[in-house]
């Protein structure tokens, strides 16, 4: 197409091209996109996309391409097929509904809601929170295109998905925790029983030991190797303390026995007669 003259900054041009994007292509002299567009009032939305040609003195020559968003639309709901979960739209910059992965072609040319809100941001990417035209809160990342007026894809998944997915996680660390701190706590039992029947059972024999009483009770046999020997040395130092005192309690009974006035058994109960001597002086 060859223009000639000032251009206007609405409207659509005889070929059905926006001039907007006409006038765009012409002063960044490169191809560019426009948003969505109508060329008439019963007309389907159509895109376009616009090239500046070579100049020729005072006439300019342009490129034209126009298509409707169908084929994006189709791109965008076959594509969607192996994650129905998300939501994966592409608007123009106008917040108008270019091609939509659940319903597309119902949609399109539909302002999104809260497309303020992500004006707002004044970032080229990001997430931010908002309604789909369902009615239900959805988390969306957005990323702004370049060489377009102001297109933007946003992928969103629904908040009640978007929080089980980092919940889900997080009850998972914490059951690990609650199952790591379980078996701590029962190996520490074990291990404070380990430790604490031994040192309690040889404090009760060295109690006993120290009375005097025989402690006829064994010790019981620890895996612990130090409890073992001491274990040991007890029961030989509590046999040998008790073998000095049963030979101390025998010295003493046989003291007691000696010191005892001695008894005339039966043997020593007659005198033994002596042998009379002959008188020299009898015959």
Known sequence: MALDGALPNGG???AGLP???INRSLSQRQGVVSNLYVTGPDTPMRIALVAAGPSNGHERWIVGLTAEPDALVRLLENGNS????????VTDGQGKIVARSSDGKKLAGRPVPDWEKLQALATDSGVFEALA???HTVIFSFLKLRRTPGWVVVVGEPRTTFNARWRQPLIEMACGALLALGLTLLMGVFVSRSVLLPV???ARRAEVAASGIDPSTPLPHSSIKEFDSLRVSIDTSVRSLREKMDAERAISVLAQVRGLPRLPGPDFARETPRPRHR?????
């Open 12 to 14: 659509v041009s005889p």
């Open 19 to 21: 001039f907007e994007a």
């Open 82 to 89: 192996r994650a129905s979960r998300l939501l994966i739209a």
């Open 133 to 135: 035209k369902e009615g």
């Open 200 to 202: 309690q059972a040889l």
């Open 279 to 283: 008188n020299r002086h009898q015959t």
